[in-house]
């Protein structure tokens, strides 16, 4: 547990959290958003910090990042919490604990810890992933500055939802990122629990001081339709950003009965090329697919 940074105090021990763009105004005991930032006494506490949920070795593809040092392993970590809600998420038994009011799982271990563990196991690059890595920022934030100190690189796969001052202070430390683009209106991200524009302002902000790739999961009926503007926005951006567009497969609350048709996924791929985008990788569909 440590103080959060990013936050403000109010009136009557009510504080406000400014890390992503909910801005939670938390009552004291209680919780914001996320599930991992608290109100103790007037004070906002990262209940992530110290608390590693999990560790795996993957390689860098799998993140996936295709265009950032490749062959490479990434030591790949993550908390438990999330401060988006989708029905569909992959990653749920991590990213939507804790329960309200249940404490942060995890392996109490420090920064130092991590970036021993990493090189012990000859990864040079550490991941930030699985769950949202922004609810973890002030534990993220030290492990990239100890992980940079010694030579590693430092990986975020986000769903971009988090405010810009916070964004802007951690570019220092950052080399490469995927950011989930899970569609493109409002409707499809407020059934997410979030917001479209700011992930849009994550990517517009950081497109050309790291490295980025995208990743959209193809639901049908729910963002389908949104290829054609996904892409324009990327090529308009740097038409040399690859794109992950991934197959949907049932999970979490979204019980569809069947995973995405390969259909939908050639017509999507159809759409995706004639935007612009140069680098497009079909994934999920039983082998990687370049196209
Ligand atoms: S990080 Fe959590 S507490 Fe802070 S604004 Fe986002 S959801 Fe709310």
Redesign the pocket.
């Known amino acids: 547990m440590k103080e959060?940074l990013?936050?403000k105090k109010l009136k009557n021990k009510l504080v406000?959290?400014?890390?992503?763009?909910?801005?939670?105004v938390?009552k004291p005991g209680e919780?914001?958003?996320?599930?991992?930032?608290e109100n103790q006494e007037g004070k906002?506490i990262a209940l992530t910090y110290g608390k590693l949920a999990t560790a795996a070795i993957d390689p860098i593809e799998k993140k996936p990042l295709y265009h950032f040092h490749p062959g490479e392993k990434a030591f790949s970590i993550a908390t438990e919490?999330c401060?988006l809600a989708c029905p569909f998420c992959q990653n749920h038994t991590l990213s939507q604990k804790p329960e309200e009011g249940f404490p942060v799982f995890g392996e109490i271990v420090t920064p130092r810890d991590i970036v021993d563990k990493a090189e012990e196991t000859g990864c040079k690059i550490i991941a930030y992933t699985y769950s949202e890595p922004?609810?973890a920022?002030e534990f993220w934030l030290d492990t990239m500055k100890e992980a940079k100190k010694r030579g590693l690189l430092n990986v975020w796969v986000t769903n971009g939802?988090i405010n810009p001052k916070p964004l802007t202070l951690l570019l220092p430390y950052l080399d490469a990122a995927n950011i989930d683009l899970k569609g493109f209106s409002e409707e499809a991200y407020s059934m997410m629990g979030g917001k479209l524009k700011p992930v849009l302002e994550t990517i517009k902000l950081i497109h050309d001081k790291v490295h980025i790739e995208i990743t959209t999961l193809i639901i049908p009926e729910f963002n389908e339709q949104d290829v054609q503007d996904i892409g324009k926005f990327i090529a308009n951006l740097n038409p040399k950003i690859p794109w992950h567009i991934s197959r949907f497969f049932p999970h979490y609350k979204l019980k569809r009965k069947d995973p995405t048709p390969l259909e939908i996924m050639r017509k999507v791929e159809k759409t995706a090329h004639a935007t612009g985008v140069k680098h497009i990788y079909l994934g999920n569909m039983g082998i990687n697919h370049k196209s």
């Open positions: 959060a990013f936050y406000q959290c400014e890390l992503c763009p909910h801005n939670c938390i919780r914001g958003k996320c599930r991992v930032r906002l919490g401060n922004t609810i920022y939802f």
